[in-house]
């Protein structure tokens, strides 16, 4: 399915909430205030939109919206902050290269980042219709282990997969491992979390244990969630695209035919893909669009232009080179795959 024809059809159909959102990049950074919060530098460089009040710790008593003079994305009640790891090329002589992110479908100017989506239903489902409660001050969340190398591992995480471009508009198949041909437009990574809340902690000493995926079923087919995790949630979805288009000439890849990207914390798998959220919405803002008739672009909310929001941004933490050819990713990762 096409996502030009999918929202073409949505904004046709009657729905409740579902929006999906441009948020440009507010640094790139060897920090992860939710994992090792206060360590600079920490173990592997994450990409960071959001707001402008981040910083290394991030204390959950932080008042993110209160602290933020902007924000990255385009919605300006969201200063919440949201991070994935960094994805690189390695060339057959043993240097490595930043892959830059390219904008999404609709978000043509926008500067690196991802797409985000909180969704009460399925994407496909147009109708929107289930009722959520959205997160509160203070809650995060990580989804993916930054460790997990096997696809055993990673099934774990059920809604953590990848997406070989061949256009822009290409959303299907999806998979768990990185991509092991020539991808055209681009690689998606695409991150979903769990939607089912305990309805007690904002937070847990995993960071995951506080949320649950439904009992039976998935959140697309409106499973219920368990007993031990009442509460329904919006689903949170990032898209992140790869702009692989000027690494796709087959004489720089791997001789043995693998694919050549790397993450920052040294999968060459694709297993360990994982994302953090830290909420961050003012005030009531988030309930109240989930609780109104809105596709995409939502009354409740003021949209910021693509130019504004690409000019917010923070100073690195930790100074050092991630935009050269570099002869090891930042860190020195243990790499999963040898060449």
């Known amino acids: 399915?096409?996502?030009?024809?999918?929202?073409?059809?949505?904004?046709?159909?009657?729905?409740?909430?579902?929006?999906?959102?441009?948020?440009?990049?507010?640094?790139?950074?060897?920090?992860?205030?939710?994992?090792?919060?206060?360590?600079?530098?920490?173990?592997?460089?994450?990409?960071?939109?959001?707001?402008?009040?981040?910083?290394?710790?991030?204390?959950?008593?932080?008042?993110?919206?209160g602290e933020s003079t902007c924000t990255t994305c385009q919605f300006t009640e969201d200063t919440s902050n949201y991070w994935t790891a960094v994805l690189f090329f390695r060339a057959r002589n043993g240097t490595f290269k930043r892959v830059p992110i390219r904008p999404n479908v609709g978000f043509d100017s926008a500067e690196g980042g991802m797409t985000v989506y909180y969704m009460q239903n399925g994407l496909a489902d147009y109708q929107q219709r289930s009722k959520v409660t959205a997160f509160k001050p203070g809650f995060r969340m990580l989804i993916g282990d930054a460790m997990a190398r096997t696809e055993d591992q990673a099934n774990k995480y059920k809604q953590v997969t990848y997406t070989c471009l061949q256009n822009m508009d290409t959303r299907f198949p999806e998979t768990k491992n990185l991509p092991n041909k020539i991808c055209p437009a681009g690689?998606?990574?695409?991150?979903?979390?769990?939607?089912?809340?305990?309805g007690k902690n904002l937070d847990t000493a995993d960071h995951m244990s506080h949320m649950a995926y439904p009992a039976n079923g998935t959140f697309d087919s409106q499973g219920p969630c368990p007993e031990s995790h009442p509460v329904p949630v919006p689903q949170l979805m990032y898209e992140t695209i790869w702009d692989t288009r000027e690494f796709n000439d087959p004489s720089i890849w791997p001789e043995d035919g693998?694919?050549?990207?790397?993450?920052?914390?040294?999968?060459?798998?694709?297993?360990?893909?994982?994302?953090?959220?830290?909420?961050?919405?003012k005030g009531d803002s988030l309930q109240r669009t989930m609780d109104t008739p809105c596709y995409v672009t939502c009354p409740t909310l003021t949209t910021q232009s693509i130019a504004d929001q690409n000019k917010c941004k923070v100073d690195r933490t930790v100074q050092e080179d991630i935009d050269s050819w570099i002869p090891a990713i930042p860190g020195n990762p243990t790499i999963a795959k040898k060449y």
């Open 1 to 65: 399915m096409l996502l030009t024809s999918l929202l073409a059809l949505a904004l046709a159909a009657p729905s409740h909430a579902l929006i999906r959102f441009s948020c440009s990049q507010l640094v790139v950074d060897r920090i992860d205030p939710l994992v090792n919060p206060g360590v600079a530098p920490s173990p592997h460089l994450h990409q960071i939109i959001g707001g402008n009040s981040l910083n290394a710790s991030m204390d959950p008593a932080k008042d993110m919206p």
């Open 187 to 198: 690689i998606m990574a695409n991150i979903r979390f769990p939607t089912c809340w305990d």
């Open 258 to 281: 693998s694919q050549p990207f790397v993450w920052s914390m040294g999968d060459h798998t694709g297993y360990g893909s994982h994302g953090d959220y830290l909420f961050g919405w």
